[in-house]
T-cell receptor
């Protein structure tokens, strides 16, 4: 059935560690996204990618980078984790639908705690 | 500025009662509109979407939403709520390409 898989559901890291969050989709979607979800703030876009090796900054890219070497895989990287990056991270993918709009399909999320 | 407002942070209803979740948006052009549901510990699942045409759209799990351009609203409704509907609901608007704006969510509690 699915679709968008985030390999790590729960992670606990220490301040200063490098963190990789992996996302894989099996729907051959062109677009992939990383969101951050915090209570009371909804979802905020960190980065997105519309093609292999292409990436665009979202609304809150500071402290994050991404990598897309293959169409199905989109990685979020925290070069030096900080406590304010403790959050739920959601990966999503989409394609150009026939109706002209992209519908996002989400993974189950990765809850990161930085100590 | 573009924004989505979900004015109700929490809503509690009894099982079998009707439900309406509010969503208001501010957007320069005609938006694409979405409602997503998030069960505890899970990602977001699409309930329904509006692109054009009939302003009353039907979704999964018995939900529907009505687009009212004059009020800049896209409220979600369900005539009879089930205990399994307890979740968090997100309204989103977008241009149909990459950048979507999500509301802050409404958490629904269902009383038995």
């Amino acid at each position: 059935d699915v679709k968008v898989t985030q390999s790590s559901r729960y992670l606990v890291k220490r301040t200063g560690e490098k963190v990789f969050l992996e996302c894989v989709q099996d729907m051959d979607h062109e677009n992939m996204f990383w969101y951050r979800q915090d209570p009371g703030l909804g979802l905020r876009l960190i980065y997105f990618s519309y093609d292999v090796k292409m990436k665009e900054k979202g609304d809150i890219p500071e402290g994050y980078s991404v990598s897309r070497e293959k169409k199905e895989r989109f990685s979020l990287i925290l070069e030096s984790a900080s406590t304010n990056q403790t959050s739920m991270y959601l990966c999503a993918s989409s394609s150009q639908g026939t109706s002209g709009a992209n519908v996002l399909t989400f993974g189950a999320g990765s809850r990161l705690t930085v100590l | 500025a573009q924004s989505v407002t979900q004015p109700d942070i929490h809503i509690t209803v009894s099982e079998g009662a009707s439900l309406e979740l509010r969503c208001n948006y501010s957007y320069g052009a005609t938006p694409y509109l979405f409602w997503y549901v998030q069960s505890p510990g899970q990602g977001l699942q699409l309930l329904l979407k509006y692109f054009s045409g009939d302003t009353l759209v039907q979704g999964i799990k018995g939900f529907e939403a009505e687009f009212k351009r004059s009020q800049s609203s896209f409220n979600l409704r369900k005539p009879s709520v089930h205990w399994s509907d307890a979740a968090e609901y997100f309204c989103a608007v977008g241009p149909g390409t990459y950048k979507y704006i999500f509301g802050t969510g409404t958490r629904l509690k269902v009383l038995a």
